[in-house]
């Protein structure tokens, strides 16, 4: 069942059939394309009708933030749970099927993405990540890129090059990578690499990692003046009856 938050179109699983279903698009001939958007990215979709194509032309789209899962009340199909990425993306690293993938890892700065396959394989055993490269390469550059790899001959590629960087990055590259999953993961490096630490399972569990974040950097002021945007948008909509 789909989820309609302002023209973005969610699926409405729990984080188990979000996981299973990302399992699933492994067995798929086509890539796929896995999105995770919070508020920021469907106001952005507001704006910019491609990436809203873009956004709703993914094989699994699941709500990384809470603010989307409030707009879902305002809905038939109401959302039960939020599906952060970087937690789809440990759960299918702990599934049995996930550790017979192979990864690739592509973004962060120079050196992250080799720490996060160090620490990830050393956390879920058996686990493969075959190759990784940073995200701080030009667009002269990107044909090596993605030689490197489809050279890999990866399952599944993580991408953590910052929305819409990502998104757009994959839809333009995935039919020559190779690859049956491709999903955008932001800064999941980082924390998988242990150079961020996250939110406190009090502020995960409330859905408050925006908060925590917003309370240890005060800058991040300016970037959360979206989710008030997303708020009355939202609301704006629902009087509209749309």
Known sequence: MKSQILGVNFD?????????????????????????????????????????ELLNSADLCVPDGIGV???????????????????????????????QARYFFLGGAPGVADDAKDAMEAQFPGLRVIDTHHGYFHDDFENEVVERIAAAKPDIVLVGLGFPRQERWIAANKGRLGAKVLMGVGGSFDVMSGNLRRAPAVFQKMGLEWLYRLLRQPSRIWRQRVLLKFVFKVLFERMRGK
């Open 69 to 99: 899962v409030w707009a879902s009340k305002f809905t038939q199909s109401v959302i039960e749970q939020r599906v952060p990425g970087i937690d789809l993306i440990l759960a299918v690293f702990k599934s049995r099927r996930g550790r």
């Open 12 to 52: 409405n699983l729990t984080p188990e059939q979000a996981k299973d279903r990302f399992l699933g698009l492994l067995e798929s001939e086509a890539p796929s394309l896995v999105v995770t958007p919070n508020p920021e990215m469907v106001m952005l979709a507001q704006r910019d009708a491609n990436f809203m």
